[in-house]
């Protein structure tokens, strides 16, 4: 497995929250009737709501090596959503 991967499985596992939020914001933009959009973009959503709008001391961040892993495991999940994102296959996210 590469360390990205390892990187990003480690995050996700212990901040289950951001992919709550990715789902949560994810969804939002495809009932608003959005047909493809940027997982950065949810990615910065969710880095405004948890650093403005919610105060917390947890202090994590978000990398953007990331995003391309959220995207994916977004798609996985809901594969009737899979050209949701757009992805650029890369060995990095193999």
Avoid: C
Avoid at 4 to 11: A, G, M
């Amino acid at each position: 497995m590469n360390k990205l991967k390892e990187k990003f499985d480690k995050f996700d596992s212990d901040n289950p929250h951001i992919w709550d939020l990715f789902k949560d914001y994810t969804f939002q933009a495809i009932k608003a009737g959005v047909k493809s959009y940027g997982a950065q973009a949810i990615i910065e959503r969710i880095r405004w709501y948890s650093q403005v709008e919610t105060k917390s001391d947890d202090n994590y961040k978000i990398s953007n090596s990331h995003v391309a892993f959220y995207a994916r495991k977004f798609m996985k999940e809901f594969p009737e959503h899979d050209t949701f994102f757009r992805i650029i296959q890369t060995d990095n996210h193999v």
